[in-house]
């Protein structure tokens, strides 16, 4: 009698056991914070909140897996921007490595002055002097040759600052974020004002993001035969940028559809914001906010790279997500 109400009582015990360690494996409560570099505040939850809402099936929030679209900015909002945009300081280098076939750049703005490492003198004029450098270093070549210039320099050239390769600059709450993004169903397009294919020679092995969902700035193209070979050559003229108002139209021409969520760090992804804010059911426009001088940089109003004026203003009075790098995020860098 005894050994059955043991036998009985220990079967009991070990049925038990198995049922809650079955529940507690596959309850959602149990699973393992997607977001673990994002502090546990206003940021984070409204994020998982959005995704909550719009992955309930049956809800009047609920949306199809075709219709979960959204766009990230580059420059700042997935990588770091200062304190130059990383192509530009691809861009130097290649001035200087192209120097010798070029005497007259000694004595011709902007090149002058990047041959001096005045880079300060030679952005003097701005966007026609970014403009005038990259034209002059990213053609002449096929799209092959420049796809392998670009990887290898982004695995082999390290930032002043961090002391690492360029292609390990992002920013790991947001590789977090893109990744949760896509467990729950959405498609995650990067729409810069970055040249489009600068980026894609990393983007796939940086984000998992693939080419054909890489959105940016770029230059003319002219297909050719070298002998029986068909290639694409890159020439000195600009065929997009990509920026501002002009992300929205990219956005329509590419995608076709309006996002749901949207993610930038500056003004030039305004329109961005407000058009995936303004359409209709659950939306979410999150803005990243570099506030954190000491892990990384910080700036906003008045920087002439990733200025973030009139967009935190609109931010503020819509109630959009402005994230605190300095207090949302208990890591920056990827560890290496």
Known sequence: ?????FRSTSARAVAAFTIAWLIAATTPAAAQDPLPSWNNGASKQAITAFVGRVTRAGTPDFVPVAQRIATFDNDGTLWVEQPLYTQFEFAIDRVKLQAAAHPEWKNTEPFASLLDGNVGQALASGEESLLQVLAATHSGMTTEAYERIAREWLKTKRDARFKRPYSTLVYQPMLE????????????FIVSGGGVEFMRAYAEEAYGIPPEQVIGSSGRLKYQLRGDVPELLKLPAVDVVNDKEGK???????????????FGNSDGDLQMLEWTAAGKGARLALLVHHDDETREWAYDRGSKIGGLDKALDVATAKKWVVVSMKNDWNAILPKQ
């Open 1 to 5: 009698m005894a050994r059955s109400l």
């Open 177 to 188: 974020l893109l990744n949760y993004l896509r467990a729950n169903g959405f498609k995650t």
């Open 248 to 262: 929205v139209v990219s956005i329509q021409k590419v995608i076709g559809r309006r996002p749901i969520a949207a």
